[in-house]
């Protein structure tokens, strides 16, 4: 047995570890470190594709007479640590976004790094808290494919929810086949960042480390 | 002077209080505990306009032959503790978005409920995690307009840092004329609530508790 003074003290010091020890990060909220630096303009596109799990998919509205709409989306480029660069979506048309793609595949999908936590006290639309949007055509993807495997496998680790919502709401899966990409991550204006380059990033090295 | 054994087991007590003292909310997001109920569909759709900071707004995009072009941009609906339900924005020519708009008005603003951190680990797509988008018309604020005042009160005291952006990037006020509401906040598809009903909201109340 420890005397008492110094089982205070070891008490006192346990304590003042835990005090100074980081909060753990929730699981809605990861704390995403590895930013990569803006001259890497490509990388950080990336990045941010396989870190952030939500964004917006504005599309042309018919119910609104071809005004944009933008709409909350989860997505998923990939299983956490191998993602690709594609967006992924669970969809149903009882939602207007997939309806309008349908019609109209004109649609842009817009991602910013202020909800990663990394961009500290900088405002959200500060050039250096980086945002992308990514413009092409949303496109079903055909679910006895093999690709569709792939995309399933990418939505459901990163939203486990999903492979449980309701059946008779026929969920389909698409992807934004991407044709032009913006990216702001710093002063000076958009990176140029061609959807090859973009989808190409990686391929020899390890993959994107994703959330 | 206590005694060694007394001043350390009253080391042990101050520093288990700190552990056990929640963290402290950081200013990048804050924790707001009082979302509305589902059933009141028109004080959620203010709500998550008053403690937002940041959205997407989307445009018909010039730059790319009329696609829909989502982008991140912070706004304000109102000095903390006052929000009036119109979005507010501080908008540079410099960015694709401003000019969009002042070539075709037709624009919508979407925010999530996600980013608040009130929806736990409920996914960002399920409908109980609140969305909404706000359809409209971006328009230029005469900057010599009281409007314009109050529109600058609301902006720079949510986003301090806009006050010293560069003068050279020629910044001006937009709002968006809310013309159409998009609300989910539960099952069930989107919720109806007219613009009206959405902007006298709690006039004859105290207004929205904003952050």
């Known amino acids: 047995m420890l005397p008492p003074a110094r089982l205070a003290l070891v008490l006192a010091l346990a304590a003042a570890l835990l005090v100074l020890r980081p909060p753990a990060p929730s699981a ?6 590895d930013k990569p630096a803006p001259s890497e303009a490509t990388a950080t596109a990336r990045w941010l594709a396989a870190h952030n799990t939500w964004g917006v998919l504005s599309t042309i509205s018919s119910d609104l007479n071809g005004a944009p709409f933008g709409n909350v989306v989860s997505y998923s480029d990939g299983v956490p640590g191998e993602g690709h660069g594609i967006p992924y979506f669970y969809l149903t048309t009882l939602d207007p976004t997939a309806r309008d793609a349908l019609e109209d595949e004109r649609t842009s999908f817009t991602l910013s790094e202020f909800p990663l ?17 990514l413009t092409g055509k949303l496109k079903l993807v055909d679910l006895q494919s093999s690709e569709a495997e792939l995309a399933k496998s990418a939505l459901f680790s990163k939203h486990p929810e999903m492979k449980d919502w309701p059946k008779n709401h026929h969920f389909k899966i698409f992807k934004l086949e991407i044709e032009n990409i913006f990216l702001i991550d710093w002063f000076g204006g958009p990176k140029p960042i061609s959807p090859s380059q973009y989808l190409e990033f990686g391929r020899n090295q390890h993959s994107v480390v994703s959330s």
Do not use: F, S
């Open 117 to 133: 936590g990394t961009c500290g006290n900088i405002d959200p639309e500060n050039p250096t808290c980086a945002k992308l949007t």
């Open 28 to 33: 809605a909220r990861p704390i995403v470190a």
